[in-house]
Each structure stands twice: as C-alpha cells, then as structure tokens.
C-alpha cells in the first residue's frame, strides 16, 4: 500500500477510532471506575444467596442468630454496593467532563486554524452544533458507557451463572430465564433498527434550525427592512417541526422500551412462581425459586442498561463521526515544515506582488497575473468596481488564503516561508468587516497588542480619530462593548478596529475599505494623522472612493480580477480609462482639474 493510499484511509477513519484516543488518556481512572464496577456487581449479586440462606437456615429453622448475622453481612455487603457505585458516579462524570473538554478545546483550536476553504466546506451553523450539541452527546454516552456498559455484562454473565446454581433443583426454571431473555433481546434490536436512521436525520436537521436562527438573527434588521419576517417565521416553522417529528418519532419508538421490560420482568415473576407451584417439592427449593426470581430481575435489568447504551450508541457513534471530520480536516493553511515555532522577526515592509493568481475553487481564476510592489514609507492604494478582486488580494498577503499561482513576498522571503504568527504579528490588518468582541474598548483595542499600556491605546485612538468619542463615554477605555459590537455606530465600530490594528505598531498595515462608514471630513484626518504617525511603515488601502486614495503614492487599478493602470492619481486620470470613469462619477469637475 503506497504513502497516499494510507493517508487517504486515515481520513476515513471512523468517529469512533479518532474519540478512543481521548479515552485512552484516562485509561487509569478507567480501570479504577472499573474495579468498583465489579465490587458493586459482586456485592449485588450475593445478596440473594443470602437471602436464600436467611430463609433455610434462619427462618425455617427459627434460628434468629442466624437471621441477624445472614442480616448484618447483607446489610455491610448493601452499603459496600453503595458506596461503589457513588464512585463509579463521580468517576464516570468526571472522565466524561474530562474527555469532552478535551475535545472541546482541540475541536476550538482546528477551527481557529481553518481558512476559508475549509469554512466553506462546513457552515458556521454546523461547527457550533458540533461544538457544543455533538460533543455534550459524547459525553452523556460516555457516562453511561462508565456507568453501566462495564456494569451490565457483569451483572448479566454473573446473573445468569448463579440463576443456574439456584435453579438447580428446579431445572425447568432455566426455560423462563431463555424466554425472557430472546423477548428483551428481540425488542431491543427491533428498537435499533428503527431509530438509528432517525438519529443521523436529527443531528442534520439540529444544524438545520440552528442555521436558520442564526441568519434570523444576524439579518433581523434585513429582514423588517423588506418586510419578509413572516416569510423567515414559516422557514424557522417549516424546520422546527421537521426536527420536532423526528424527535417524537423517537421518543415515541424509546417509550416502548421500558413498558417491554416491565412487562418482561412481571412476566419473569409470574412464570417462575407457576413453575416452581409445579415443581418445588420442599422449603429449599421455595427459597432457591426466590433467589432464582432475583436473580432473573437482575439479568433483564442488566440487558436493560445494555438497551439503553445501544441507544445512544446510535447517536453518539454520529456525533463522533462529525466531531471526526473536523478533527480529520486538513488545514491548508499551515507552517512550511521547520517553521512551527515564533522566531520572532521583525519585518521591514517591502511586499512585492510576482504574477500572482488565485482560484477560490471554481473554474475562473478570481484575480489574475497580479504583480507590484509596496515599499516601507509608501502608500499604495487599490480600487476598483465591485467584485474585482480587491479584497482577495489583501487578504493573501496575511495568507488567508494561499496563492495558487506566483509569489508574494516580504523582504525578498515567499510568504509561505515564514512562521504563520510571526508574518501576523508584523501585519496590521483591518477587514472590511469590522468586528468587535464583548468585553471593554481597551480590551478590544488590546487584541492588537496585550501588553500595551493606556498611552499606547490612547496614541491609537488619537490616530484612528476615536479618542473624542471615547473620552465622551462615562468609563472612557472601560466602557463595555457589546457582543458584535452592537451598541455602538458603525462610523464608531470602524475607528476601533483601525485603532485596534495600529496598537500593534507594525511595519505593514492593511486597510480593506476601512474609511467606507467615515464621513468626508474624519476620513481626511484620519489619513493626514496616518501619514504622520506610521510614515516608517508600509501602507495599502484598499478604497471605494477616489477621494481617500488621491494622495497615495501609487494606486492599483483592477478590473475583473486583472490590473488595468497603476499609477499617482493624475497619471491614471490620464492613462486609465477605467480610473478615470470611477474619478468622474465621484468628483467634481474643478476637484478632477
């Protein structure tokens, strides 16, 4: 088998094989949960022989010594069961907690780690399903995995060998206990059969509604805007009781479970009394028919828990292959090999463009033969129409996405040579889409940089054009933020996030149509504050208006993923049909002379 063949079924490995290496980092509270599995089971199990033995040699024989002392072990072996399975409790609880944490935590880290390309293979609905819905049945399964997988084969097997013992005298007993057992057996895989596709069709409907209340609302202001809330209110209808039949389904198919038992138990009690009405011949059998009665509870009990297990095995078995396939996902954006660890460099700024093209996977390229350069001290601006590409260009340079033809380089180093952390530490990047993160301004603006202090914020915020609304907030830099950034303006939102990415104090900073939400006046200060403050850094502005980028010292015109001019502002009002067109729209005629 060649290297590809074993990589590839690697990537099929079943949800199931990839969770065991979580179990197997606590494989000694395991085999410790299971020690007193068996303590509790034994235990469990002698307590009828005694109670046999208190009817033949205590009761029968008014032997009341006999009574208290058959008593006085029962009564130690009752509390000894007690107390193992209290600790096979705690033990189960705490390794489940455990073992989801765990998963929690590097199911966290993956996704952090994904880039677009892997984002677009799982929605944002279903990773949050599998972080929280999947993993919390995985951990519900492995405490009745702890709980009652290990106890049950020990409990039945043990059952069924001393029924066997007790029945001995009454060898018809052993045609209840067989019976019993294919009726639950029968009742159990009939159960299976029907529920386990149901459970692979709820965990898809769960991302389902999820998704459709996530959009709800995030797009609720969209959505009274156009007036469709009615509309959004059948699709979350449509969806909910989709899941809720399948639900009920279920439920309702589970609910036949325990009357099964029930009634299997009651009838294990009633045939073993008729039976030993027929055949018991003297006290000892009567006693013997006794033990023999809890005996066979105790089987049908113990395949009872074994019942319940399968059930959730279904469920569990899905959500662990779907935690799997993100855990299994190969990120492609990664460190080239021997780059794993901050080395720590400080770059200069020189970014140079070499015939780059990128492909976001469909059967065009969504920029092409892209090549410039942007030097420390310089401002280079891109523009263009809508969906010419502007955004997939800057967005490769931090490498959120990777180039699929040609190179981009730093400092005269491909991109991809450096360590991921290092080439983001060096870069100042403010997306388009600015978001905020609940907390406080100076914890917003300390992403950029934990450990600055107040006069760097301060200096930050001066820049970005934030510090007078800032100072007007009652806590200033303590002032609470909103998850998303809610409870304040967009214009506001937009100076954060610039003043957040200049806290960093990079040698490269890139703006993606990040002035759009200021006003003409803020938009110019904040751009004359910039090439004062970071005229030592290397600067690329991605714009919509002409006006924001006339000062810079080149402008990268794009069209269709392609450059058609590049250029000062008035070299491209001359040479660059398609800069000029977007400069007449937004100019007037004396700003164009």
């Known amino acids: 088998m060649n290297k590809d063949s074993k990589v590839a079924m690697d990537k099929k490995k079943s949800g199931i094989g990839v969770i065991i290496r979580y179990y197997m980092r606590y494989w000694l509270w395991i085999l410790l949960a299971l020690g007193f599995l068996v303590c509790e089971a034994l235990c469990e199990l002698e307590l009828p022989s005694y109670m046999s033995q208190i009817i033949t040699e205590g009761i029968m024989t008014v032997n009341i010594k006999q009574v208290l002392r058959v008593g006085g072990i029962m009564l130690g072996m009752s509390l000894a069961a007690c107390a193992s399975s209290i600790i096979v409790s705690f033990l189960a609880s705490r390794v489940g907690s455990m073992i989801s944490r765990d998963i929690r935590n590097d199911l966290f880290d993956k996704v952090t780690s994904f880039s677009s390309a892997e984002y677009n293979k799982f929605s944002v609905s279903s990773l949050i399903t599998r972080s929280t819905n999947d993993i919390t049945q995985i951990q519900i399964f492995t405490i009745m995995l702890l709980r009652m997988v290990m106890f049950s084969p020990i409990m039945g097997i043990g059952g069924v060998i001393k029924a066997v013992r007790a029945s001995s005298g009454i060898s018809a007993?052993?045609?209840?206990?067989?019976?019993?057992?294919?009726?639950?057996?029968?009742?159990?895989?009939?159960?299976?059969?029907?529920?386990?596709?149901?459970?692979?069709?709820?965990?898809?409907?769960?991302?389902?509604?999820?998704?459709?209340?996530?959009?709800?609302?995030?797009?609720?202001?969209?959505?009274?805007?156009?007036?469709?809330?009615?509309?959004?209110?059948?699709?979350?209808?449509?969806?909910?009781?989709?899941?809720?039949?399948?639900?009920?389904?279920?439920?309702?198919?589970?609910?036949?479970?325990?009357?099964?038992?029930?009634?299997?138990?009651?009838?294990?009690?009633?045939?073993?009394?008729?039976?030993?009405?027929?055949?018991?011949?003297?006290?000892?059998?009567?006693?013997?028919?006794?033990?023999?009665?809890?005996?066979?509870?105790?089987?049908?009990?113990?395949?009872?828990?074994?019942?319940?297990?399968?059930?959730?095995?279904?469920?569990?078995?899905?959500?662990?292959?779907?935690?799997?396939?993100?855990?299994?996902?190969?990120?492609?954006?990664?460190?080239?090999?021997?780059?794993?660890?901050?080395?720590?460099?400080?770059f200069k700024g020189d970014i140079v463009f070499n015939d780059v093209s990128f492909n976001y996977g469909g059967s065009e390229n969504a920029i092409e033969h892209i090549s410039f350069e942007a030097h420390k001290g310089e401002t280079t601006a891109i523009i263009g129409s809508t969906g010419s590409g502007k955004s997939t260009v800057i967005n490769l340079i931090p490498r959120l996405a990777d180039v699929s033809d040609g190179s981009i380089t730093i400092d005269g180093v491909d991109i991809r040579d450096y360590n991921l952390e290092d080439l983001r530490r060096n870069i100042g990047f403010v997306p388009q889409k600015n978001t905020l993160f609940s907390g406080t301004i100076a914890s917003n603006l300390r992403l950029g940089d934990e450990d600055a202090d107040a006069a760097a914020l301060e200096q930050a915020a001066d820049i970005a054009q934030a510090k007078d609304f800032i100072d007007s907030k009652p806590d200033r830099y303590n002032e609470p933020i909103a998850q998303g950034g809610s409870n304040v303006s967009g214009g506001q939102k937009q100076r954060l996030a610039i003043a957040r990415a200049l806290v960093k104090r990079a040698p490269i900073y890139v703006f993606d149509d990040s002035f759009s939400a200021l006003d003409f006046k803020t938009d110019a200060q904040l751009r004359k504050s910039l090439g004062e403050n970071m005229s030592d850094s290397t600067l690329i502005i991605v714009a919509q208006r002409v006006g924001t980028i006339m000062g810079a010292d080149r402008i990268i015109v794009l069209d269709e993923g392609k450059i058609v001019g590049m250029g000062t502002h008035e070299e491209l009002l001359n040479s660059c049909e398609v800069y000029r067109a977007i400069a007449v729209s937004q100019l007037s005629e004396e700003e164009l002379a």
């Open 173 to 346: 007993l052993g045609i209840v206990i067989a019976v019993a057992l294919a009726a639950v057996i029968v009742g159990i895989v009939i159960l299976l059969i029907a529920v386990q596709p149901k459970f692979i069709k709820m965990q898809k409907q769960i991302d389902g509604v999820n998704r459709i209340a996530r959009e709800g609302l995030s797009g609720m202001m969209v959505i009274r805007a156009f007036n469709t809330v009615g509309h959004e209110e059948e699709r979350f209808d449509k969806a909910n009781k989709e899941l809720t039949a399948t639900n009920l389904f279920v439920n309702r198919v589970m609910a036949l479970l325990m009357p099964l038992i029930t009634i299997v138990m009651n009838g294990v009690s009633i045939a073993t009394v008729w039976v030993a009405s027929y055949f018991a011949d003297n006290y000892v059998q009567v006693a013997e028919m006794m033990a023999f009665m809890q005996y066979a509870i105790h089987i049908v009990m113990s395949f009872m828990m074994i019942s319940m297990v399968f059930i959730l095995l279904p469920r569990a078995a899905v959500s662990m292959r779907r935690v799997a396939e993100v855990l299994n996902t190969d990120v492609s954006i990664v460190n080239k090999e021997g780059k794993e660890s901050p080395t720590g460099i400080r």
